[in-house]
C-alpha cells in the first residue's frame, strides 16, 4: 500500500486531507505566546481574522526531524510505502528535516521537494493522489513527480505591500510609495523561491498582467491539476479574477476549484491576494 503525506504549506486543513485520505503534518504558527498546528487547531479563517487583529506578524516555524519520524512510523507500521511531498526547500527547512527522517525507514519513504508552496504545491498532491489511484509504483510516483513539477506555475496578484514591509521583505519607503499607487505586485515562485514578476496600477490591470503571464509560460494544461486561491475572509477578489479572466477557461474548463491560501504564505502576502497554479503546457 502507498500512503501519502504532505505539509500544511500546501494550504491542506485537516478536514480535507482526511475527505482525500491523505496525512497532514503542520508547521507551527505564533502569535505572540499563543502557538497553533497550522490547519489543524487553527483553520485558515482563524488565522487571517488573528492576522487581521494582530500588530506584529506571526511567526511560522519548519517541521522538524522528530516530528517527522513519528509520522513515518505511524505510516509504516503496517508495511506500506510513503510519499512525502513538502514545501521548497528553499523557503524553508521541512524538507531536508524530512529526508533525515527518511532515512531511518530502509528506503519506505520518498520524499519529495516541491520546490512549490502554497496552492503551487497542493497541485503536485493532486497529482501524486492520481497516480496512486492509478496503481502506480511508489518509484514510479517518485520519478514522474520530480519530473513534472518543473512544469508547475504558481501566480499571484497581491493587494498591499504592508505584509511584505512587516515582513522585511520590501523597505517601508517603497511599501508606501507602492500604497499611495494603489500598485499590485505581481509574485511567482521561480525555481523554489519567491520572486517579484511584475507590478500593475488597480486590481484591473493587475489582472490582465496576470494573464498575460499566464499565456508567456505557455498556458495551461487542462489535463492536469489545475487551482487558484485567495488570501483573507472573502473572496471578492477572487471572484472578479474569474469574470476578468474568463478567455483563459471558457471552453476548455466547466469549473475552477479555487482554495483559501493558509498561514505559511498568508503571514507574507496579506488579505486579498490572489493566485493561480497551473501545470504549463
Known sequence: MIKIIVDSASDVEQDEADELGISLIPMKVRFGDEEYSDGINLTHKEFFEKLIESAELPQTSQINEYSWEEKFKELTAD?????????????????????????????????????????????????????????????????ELNEKKSKIQLLAVLDTLKYLRKGGRISSVAAIAGEMLSIKPVVSVVKGEVKLVGKAIGSKKSNNLLNQLVEKCGGIDFDMPYVLGFSGLSDDYLQKYLNDSERLWKGKAEFIPFYMIGSTIGTHVGPNAIAVAFFAK
Not at 511531498?85 to 527547512?93: E, P, Q
Not at 520524499?111 to 518509484?139: F, H, N, P, W
Open 79 to 143: 508495511g506500506s510505502e510513503v510519499i512525502a511531498i513538502t514545501i521548497s526547500s528553499r523557503l524553508s527547512g521541512t524538507y531536508s528535516n524530512a529526508v533525515k527522517a527518511a532515512k531511518k525507514f530502509g528506503g519506505k519513504i520518498y520524499v519529495i521537494d516541491s520546490m512549490e508552496a502554497c496552492i503551487g504545491e497542493r497541485i503536485l498532491l493532486q497529482y501524486a493522489i492520481r497516480l496512486v489511484k492509478e496503481g502506480r509504483s511508489a518509484t514510479e510516483i517518485f520519478k
